[in-house]
């Protein structure tokens, strides 16, 4: 615990402040995104098929901007600026879902949103690496990820209570979400300050062939791994399904990823600074184990009770792993490709989830939810192999 504490105290502020700007972000955007489907369902007429398609292209989107927005901030060399563009884009797109009498509108402001998330993620997340000491880069991740996971199950409940308070009036809901996302960009643009590094360096081009050389064996070897292990977490929505298909009452559902939130928010820090001084492979393999564990649980719970206990297990898995991840990506590219390197690593794990998604979903319908899981387990194991067989072509 003190070194935990001794920790927080050496990351600079500008990291404290990046990690506030991502909960006040993820306050607003979960508060309308929780509410959203049943929105568009009840209120807007919209048709499941409509929802499912306006969120497959939008997240599509966001994996498609994140590669370009890390390429044009290290040939720009500036990691701030577009960060402020990514989440003024988000900011904006608010009041829009509070105003929309047709999907169209909701479809328009949800593809803003994501490219708004796809211009700052890679940056960000460069820009987290760039500032934080190395032997303090985990423990930063860590605290980004956890204040950033605060954001999302208190947007959530604030969603649930307002609700409650305002009988059911989804629009004054939605103008509350419009606050918090001002003040994000608000927070960014006057609390972070980039390194004196970027203001001043060379301009780089990610995309000539001898700047790409430069992209390790280390390196892609994450970004496989990272794909892999994105294969063995499919989307939290099956944790959702799994719970009310075990007796969890309807309007209690968004619970669900309150309690995966509260645990992967507790567990992220103090796992970030244990990558700082712990094996990454073996840190990263146990894990897997523990999404394993879980798998394993939601597979065999028939009481909502069960499949609860499997989705805080899921929780401290993503506690584990997001923030090392990160920091295993940051440590094995160079300096002046991070922005690449974390646009690459985004797209391949947003695709590999994508592919997921769909299986578990295929399986789920052909086999029943019990095969989802158990497949899921399967594809860790796997997973399990492939980071100890990547490690030991590393040594050769």
Known sequence: MAALTSALRKLPTSIWMLGF???LMDVSSEIIHSLLPVFMVTTLGASALAVGLIEGVAEATALIVKVFSGILSDYLGKRKGLAVVGYALAALSKPFF????????VFGARVADRI???????PRDALVADIAPRHLRGAAFGLRQSLDTVGAFLGPLIAIGLMYLWADDFRAVFWVAVFPGILSVVLLMFGVQEPELHESAKRVNPMRRKNLARLSFAYWSVVAVGAVFTLARFSEAFLVLRAQQAGLRLFLTPLVLVAMNVV??????????????YSHVKLLAWGLVVLIAADVVLA???HWSVALCGVMLWGL???MTQGLLATMVANAAPADLRGTAFGVFNLASGLALLVASTLAGWLWDRFGAA??????AVFSSVTICLIFAA???QRR
């Open 264 to 277: 992967y928010a507790v567990s992220a820090y103090p796992f970030g600074k244990l990558a700082d001084e």
């Open 300 to 302: 065999i719970g028939t």
């Open 317 to 319: 898995h993503m506690g």
């Open 391 to 393: 490690q030991f072509a």
């Open 98 to 105: 509070a105003t929309a009498t047709g999907v169209g509108t």
């Open 21 to 23: 700007v991502s909960l």
């Open 116 to 122: 708004g998330k796809g211009i700052r993620g890679a």
């Open 371 to 376: 095969f989802t899981f158990y497949g899921g």
